[in-house]
């Protein structure tokens, strides 16, 4: 297993343009997680599946924002009518349910988005 | 989920060690304590988590008091390549799923 994977790397898109960035989580992991970034600061929660369910969205994500987790696998997340707000590194992590104690974070390493 | 507090930035030498300290004064019972490492361009790496008094891996320790209220990252002979961002979470498993990210502590390393 190489871990999780993030793709593209990064992304150049104009104001108003549609962009979608998929994440393939560690294979056994059923909770995938989607953060912002931008720079320094420190990652912003956006929202997180358990399998293909989608549990919880952070009220940063707006309307145009929305993710998927068909059949529990991969990840999209879609970002309509970009803004140059939206220009961050789009970080995408899993990791397994471990009952009792918390889990460790697998993270990928991002998709950076610059909306000119 | 409780908030946790640490200092915006660190600055230390190549060899010496180095202690973060993260205050978390409403940690509940349930809680552990994790800190990841980010460089830059990169996602934040796990680095240990513990619940109380002292954890040690090949990395760092992790001192815990009684109280839990705070917990210190020690890194021990430090060198360029420790030049990061150091983030301290507080949470648990079944509630803490949106596990939430700090400001963090900038560390920078000198030769």
Same mark, same amino acid.
């Given at each position: 297993?190489?871990? !999780?994977?993030?793709?593209?790397?990064?992304?150049?898109?104009?104001?108003?343009?549609? !962009?979608?960035?998929?994440?393939?989580?560690?294979?056994? @992991?059923?909770?995938?997680? =989607?953060?912002?970034?931008?720079?320094?600061?420190?990652?912003?929660?956006?929202?997180?599946?358990? #399998?293909?369910?989608?549990?919880?969205?952070?009220?940063?994500?707006?309307?145009?924002?929305?993710?998927?987790?068909?059949?529990?696998?991969?990840?999209?997340?879609?970002?309509?009518?970009?803004?140059?707000?939206?220009?961050?590194? +789009?970080?995408?992590?899993?990791?397994? $349910?471990?009952?009792?104690?918390?889990?460790?974070?697998?993270?990928?390493?991002?998709?950076?988005?610059?909306?000119? | 989920?409780?908030?946790?507090?640490?200092?915006?930035?660190?600055?230390?030498?190549?060899?010496? $060690?180095? #202690?973060?300290?993260?205050? @978390? #004064?409403?940690?509940?019972?349930?809680?552990?304590?994790? =800190?990841?490492?980010?460089?830059?361009?990169?996602?934040?790496?796990?680095?240990?988590?513990? +619940?109380?008094?002292?954890?040690? #891996?090949?990395?760092?320790?992790?001192?815990?008091?009684?109280?839990?209220?705070?917990?210190?990252?020690?890194?021990?002979?430090?060198?360029?390549?420790?030049?990061?961002?150091?983030?301290?979470?507080?949470?648990?498993?079944?509630?803490?799923?949106?596990?939430?990210?700090?400001?963090?502590?900038?560390?920078?390393?000198?030769?």
């Amino acid at each position: 297993d190489t871990g !999780v994977s993030q793709d593209p790397r990064h992304k150049i898109t104009k104001r108003g343009q549609n !962009v979608t960035f998929r994440c393939d989580p560690i294979s056994e @992991h059923n909770r995938l997680y =989607w953060y912002r970034q931008t720079l320094g600061q420190g990652p912003e929660f956006l929202t997180y599946f358990q #399998n293909e369910a989608q549990l919880e969205k952070s009220r940063l994500l707006s309307d145009r924002f929305s993710a998927e987790r068909p059949k529990g696998s991969f990840s999209t997340l879609e970002i309509q009518r970009t803004e140059q707000g939206d220009s961050a590194m +789009y970080l995408c992590a899993s990791r397994e $349910e471990t009952g009792a104690r918390t889990g460790e974070l697998f993270f990928g390493e991002g998709s950076r988005l610059t909306v000119l | 989920l409780a908030k946790t507090t640490q200092p915006i930035s660190m600055d230390s030498y190549e060899g010496q $060690e180095v #202690n973060i300290t993260c205050s @978390h #004064n409403n940690i509940a019972t349930n809680d552990y304590i994790t =800190w990841y490492q980010q460089f830059p361009s990169q996602g934040p790496r796990f680095i240990i988590q513990g +619940y109380k008094t002292k954890v040690t #891996n090949e990395v760092a320790s992790l001192f815990i008091p009684a109280d839990r209220k705070s917990s210190t990252l020690s890194l021990p002979r430090v060198s360029l390549s420790d030049t990061a961002v150091y983030y301290c979470l507080v949470g648990e498993d079944s509630s803490a799923s949106k596990i939430i990210f700090g400001s963090g502590t900038r560390l920078s390393i000198r030769p």
